[in-house]
């Protein structure tokens, strides 16, 4: 079973991942870009606190520290497990000299103070073994020629509580933002979609009967597929009605046959069986030209791929006219560009031009003229083909022109013919998206003007 995919379901994953990455991306950068301010702005305090301690700082001869109160007096260092501690240790014996009382409990070794390195934590050298971050310098104390080690500490959890609280602050920050974000995609995106929603509403509509077509009102990237929907629309309502149509153009084309068959039944004649056998010819050929025709003939023409060459198929069709005619020697005028190309079955070409050539045929004087030329016009969105099929015979009066689209239609009962041969053609064209229609021609005649998509010549068969 095919999984059906959803087009919200994309465009909502893909703008969400594409949101998601650069915001998850550009927090954890603006984090490390917040993180340095905060690590230098705690180290330039610590700085601050061991330059205090180092400037009001003195040493006996001896190297024993001097009482003093200006520094001690700060509550940060007196309070113990502050977080702050301060410590002095003579270099020469490694002995510490003396310390805040916020360090009571602990203190830090010589050697061990000395291991610090950037970013300058001891791991686990404080308090219930905590971290600690440290500044340390090494200089002649005040009052004495002995070198001392000055140190100031701060837990390493100060750092981590600003980064953290950074941290936090940003994650609510970028949480509204993609929240917002996302909001604002579902609403774009339910937005965009909704002429799609639209189109399914008219389809169910039109299925339902109470729309014939789709309208114009939508978006032009969506207006291809709305046109091809109407053009296939159209193509069945145009097949159905031919379908209509060849019904009762095979009943008319089998009545005569089957009434003759019927009449010699009755009252049989000397040449009944010919007579029978002429009838049921006739049967079989109207059956095999109506199969065939729903064979190739309703095949869509909108996607109709190959192409049939005109020039061809009209001097094969003139041909044929000439010799059925051939006591008339009847003169055909071709101009036909041998490039040219019918985006359609061959047999359906055939069927169009052959009624009208051999109408032709049946009343002109002499003369046949056919013309095919390439319609060009900005106004017609796609390639089309201008047959005119014109004679010299007594032409058809304007206000019987159309009538002769009618099936079983004819506009001389002398000639023979059944009266189909223009029904047919103007159902095979309408199929195409194309047109027929009949004028006075200059010549005298009449003119038929057949309008057909164009092929391309890569496309012939």
């Known amino acids: 079973m095919t999984k059906t995919r959803s087009i919200t379901q994309r465009l909502l994953g893909s703008a969400t991942l594409w949101i998601l990455f650069p915001l998850i991306l550009g927090g954890v950068l603006t984090s490390s870009f917040l993180k340095a301010p905060i690590l230098e702005s705690l180290d330039r305090q610590v700085e601050q606190e061991l330059t205090y301690l180092i400037e009001f700082t003195s040493f006996t001869p001896a190297g024993e520290i001097k009482p003093y109160k200006t520094y001690y007096t700060d509550n940060k260092f007196n309070r113990q497990n502050s977080g702050w501690y301060w410590q002095i240790s003579r270099v020469k014996d490694e002995v510490i000299v003396g310390r805040s009382l916020s360090m009571k409990g602990f203190e830090i070794s010589y050697r061990e103070s000395s291991k610090t390195t950037p970013p300058n934590i001891l791991f686990g050298a404080g308090p219930e073994d905590t971290d600690l971050h440290v500044k340390q310098k090494f200089v002649i104390g005040k009052g004495t020629n002995m070198e001392f080690q000055f140190l100031i500490a701060t837990d390493a959890?100060?750092?981590?509580?600003?980064?953290?609280?950074?941290?936090?602050?940003?994650?609510?920050?970028?949480?509204?933002?993609?929240?917002?974000?996302?909001?604002?995609?579902?609403?774009?995106?339910?937005?965009?979609?909704?002429?799609?929603?639209?189109?399914?509403?008219?389809?169910?509509?039109?299925?339902?009967?109470?729309?014939?077509?789709?309208?114009?009102?939508?978006?032009?990237?969506?207006?291809?597929?709305?046109?091809?929907?109407?053009?296939?629309?159209?193509?069945?309502?145009?097949?159905?009605?031919?379908?209509?149509?060849?019904?009762?153009?095979?009943?008319?084309?089998?009545?005569?046959?089957?009434?003759?068959?019927?009449?010699?039944?009755?009252?049989?004649?000397?040449?009944?069986?010919?007579i029978v056998q002429v009838e049921i010819d006739k049967i079989e050929r109207h059956i095999s030209?109506?199969?065939?025709?729903?064979?190739?003939?309703?095949?869509?023409?909108?996607?109709?791929?190959?192409?049939?060459?005109?020039?061809?198929?009209?001097?094969?069709?003139?041909?044929?006219?000439?010799?059925?005619?051939?006591?008339?020697?009847?003169?055909?005028?071709?101009?036909?560009?041998?490039?040219?190309?019918?985006?359609?079955?061959?047999?359906?070409?055939?069927?169009?031009?052959?009624?009208?050539?051999?109408?032709?045929?049946?009343?002109?004087?002499?003369?046949?003229?056919?013309?095919?030329?390439?319609?060009?016009?900005?106004?017609?969105?796609k390639p089309m083909l201008r047959f005119l099929i014109e004679d010299d015979g007594p032409g058809i009066a304007p206000e019987n022109r159309e009538t002769m689209f009618s099936?079983?239609?004819?506009?001389?009962?002398?000639?023979?013919?059944?009266?189909?041969?223009?029904?047919?053609?103007?159902?095979?064209?309408?199929?195409?998206?194309?047109?027929?229609?009949?004028?006075?021609?200059?010549?005298?005649?009449?003119?038929?003007?057949?309008?057909?998509?164009?092929?391309?010549?890569?496309?012939?068969?």
């Open 289 to 381: 030209s109506y199969l065939r025709r729903e064979r190739e003939t309703y095949i869509n023409p909108l996607i109709y791929k190959a192409s049939t060459n005109v020039k061809n198929v009209v001097s094969a069709l003139s041909n044929a006219v000439k010799k059925q005619y051939i006591d008339r020697k009847i003169n055909i005028h071709i101009e036909v560009d041998e490039a040219l190309t019918f985006k359609g079955a061959q047999t359906d070409l055939e069927e169009l031009l052959g009624n009208l050539i051999e109408n032709a045929g049946k009343f002109c004087k002499a003369n046949i003229w056919i013309n095919v030329e390439e319609i060009k016009s900005k106004e017609i969105p």
């Open 157 to 274: 959890k100060n750092l981590v509580d600003s980064v953290d609280k950074v941290n936090e602050r940003l994650i609510y920050a970028f949480g509204i933002i993609v929240f917002t974000l996302l909001i604002g995609i579902l609403a774009q995106v339910t937005f965009s979609l909704r002429p799609l929603e639209n189109l399914k509403r008219s389809l169910s509509e039109i299925r339902e009967g109470k729309k014939h077509n789709l309208d114009d009102s939508y978006p032009i990237e969506v207006k291809p597929l709305v046109e091809e929907i109407n053009a296939h629309i159209n193509h069945t309502e145009k097949v159905l009605l031919s379908a209509r149509a060849e019904v009762g153009n095979l009943a008319h084309a089998l009545k005569t046959p089957i009434s003759v068959i019927s009449n010699e039944n009755r009252e049989p004649t000397t040449q009944c069986n010919k």
């Open 407 to 461: 099936r079983g239609n004819r506009y001389d009962e002398t000639v023979p013919g059944s009266g189909f041969g223009l029904s047919i053609v103007k159902q095979i064209a309408n199929l195409y998206g194309g047109s027929i229609h009949l004028a006075a021609s200059p010549k005298g005649g009449l003119r038929a003007i057949l309008k057909l998509p164009k092929g391309h010549i890569s496309e012939t068969l």
